[in-house]
C-alpha cells in the first residue's frame, strides 16, 4: 500500500507530506487543488512509461511548475510504500520540456539512484525486487466517466482484443465486459447484479463482436422487451457511467490503486450509495482507492479517517486530514455531509 506521497513545487501545491489509507477521498470546491493532486499521479506514470519527455513538450515545464519557472526550478516527488519507496525529482530545460535531475528506488534490498536522464530507469530494471513498484506506477491511471455525449469514447465501439485494462475515458468498456464474460463469468454476474440493482430494467449484457472487423458494442437486454437488443447508445449519461464505475471497482483482479475523479457525477442517490459499497469492497480486496468529489450524498456513506479536505490559502493547496476526537460530540447529531456544509469540517462544497 502507498503509506505517505510528498509532493513538492507542482502546480497550486507548493509542499505537502500525507499520509494515505486503504480509502481516501479528497473533498474541498472548486480550484482548491483536489485535481492537481490526482493528476501528478498521472504525471508519475508517464515518467514510468518513460514519456516525460513527449508529456513535458506537451505540458510545458513552466504549467507544471508551481507557480512557473520564476518562482519553482523543480518538481519533486517521494512515494513510500509499505515495501519500499520511490523518488524523483524533474527539472525544466530551456525548450520547456523537462528531465530527471534525480531517481531513487529502493526495495527489499535493491537500492538505484541515477541523474540527469531523459527518461526513467525504473521500468527497464529487472529485479523481481523492483516488480511490485513497477506494478503500483503503471497503474497510476485518473478514471473520469464524465464524457457520455454522442461520440464519446464510452458510446463508440471499440477494438475486442483491447482489454488488458479499462481506459481511463472508458473508451474499451465493451471489450473489457465481453472478456469477463469470456473468462471470468462469475463476476460478469455479480456487475449485472449490482446495475440492475440500480436499473431495475436491465437484464444482463449479450456481448459479441462484429465478425466483419473485430469491434464490439456494449450490447444488453431490457428485461421488458426480451427479444429486442439494446446498444450503449439507449442508455442514459447515468447508467452508462454507473456501468463503467461497476466494471471498474467490481472487475474480477483488482489494480494496487484507483483513482476515480468525481464518480458521482450524474448519479442517482439511489446509485450513489452502491457505488461508496463497490468503493469500500474493492478496498476490502486490497485495492487502494483514492477519489475527489463535491457529492455530500458520497462524502456521508464514508468514515471521518476517510476523508482528507482541500484548501486553498494564500494560493497554496493545503491537504488535511479531519481529527475524529474534534468531531465526536458533532457526530452525535449530524452526519459529515452536513458538518461539510456546515463548513465545520473544510472544503466546502460549492453552491450551498
Excluded at 126 to 134: D, G
Excluded at 268 to 285: T, V
Aim: aromatic share 10%; net charge negative.
Amino acid at each position: 500500500m502507498l503509506k505517505e506521497i510528498i509532493i513538492e513545487g507542482y502546480k497550486s501545491i507548493k509542499d505537502m507530506d500525507l499520509q494515505l489509507g486503504p480509502i481516501n477521498i479528497f473533498i474541498g470546491s472548486n480550484g482548491v487543488g483536489k485535481t492537481n493532486f490526482m493528476s501528478f499521479f498521472r504525471l508519475f506514470n508517464q515518467v514510468y512509461e518513460q514519456r516525460l519527455q513527449n508529456y513535458t513538450m506537451q505540458n510545458r515545464a513552466d504549467s507544471l511548475l508551481h507557480y512557473g519557472l520564476k518562482h519553482s526550478n523543480e518538481i519533486r516527488g517521494c512515494f513510500h510504500y509499505d515495501f519500499g519507496s520511490y523518488s524523483a525529482a524533474l527539472q525544466p530545460r530551456d525548450n520547456g520540456s523537462m528531465f530527471l535531475s534525480e531517481e531513487h528506488f529502493v526495495c527489499g534490498d535493491k537500492t538505484e539512484s541515477v541523474k540527469n536522464r531523459d527518461e526513467s530507469v525504473l521500468r527497464d530494471s529487472m529485479s523481481a525486487e523492483i516488480e511490485p513498484l513497477k506494478s503500483y506506477m503503471q497503474n497510476f491511471r485518473i478514471y473520469h466517466f464524465h464524457d457520455t455525449g454522442k461520440g464519446s469514447p464510452l458510446r463508440t465501439d471499440s477494438d475486442v482484443n483491447d482489454n488488458r485494462f479499462l481506459r481511463c475515458d472508458g473508451g474499451n468498456l465493451g471489450s473489457v465486459l465481453y472478456d469477463f464474460q469470456l473468462h471470468y463469468p462469475k463476476a460478469l454476474k455479480r456487475i449485472e447484479m449490482t446495475i440492475r440493482s440500480v436499473m431495475p430494467y436491465f437484464e444482463r449484457f449479450d456481448l459479441h463482436p462484429f465478425s466483419y472487423d473485430d469491434k464490439i458494442n456494449m450490447v444488453w437486454i431490457d428485461r421488458n422487451a426480451p427479444d429486442k437488443y439494446f446498444s450503449v447508445n439507449d442508455l442514459s449519461d447515468g447508467s452508462v457511467r454507473f456501468i463503467a464505475l461497476s466494471a471498474l471497482l467490481m472487475q474480477p483482479l483488482l489494480p494496487e490503486m484507483i483513482f476515480i475523479d468525481e464518480p458521482e457525477l450524474g448519479l442517482h442517490p439511489a446509485a450513489i450509495g452502491k457505488l461508496s459499497g463497490m468503493i469500500k469492497s474493492a478496498a476490502s480486496r486490497g485495492c487502494q482507492i483514492v477519489i475527489s468529489t463535491q457529492s455530500v450524498s458520497l462524502v456521508n456513506h464514508f468514515d471521518v479517517d476517510d476523508l482528507i479536505t482541500v484548501d486553498r490559502h494564500d494560493g497554496h493547496s493545503v491537504f488535511n486530514r479531519l481529527d475524529p476526537k474534534s468531531l465526536e460530540t458533532w457526530l452525535d447529531d449530524y452526519s459529515l455531509g452536513e458538518l461539510w456544509t456546515k463548513s465545520v469540517i473544510n472544503g466546502q462544497p460549492v453552491n450551498l
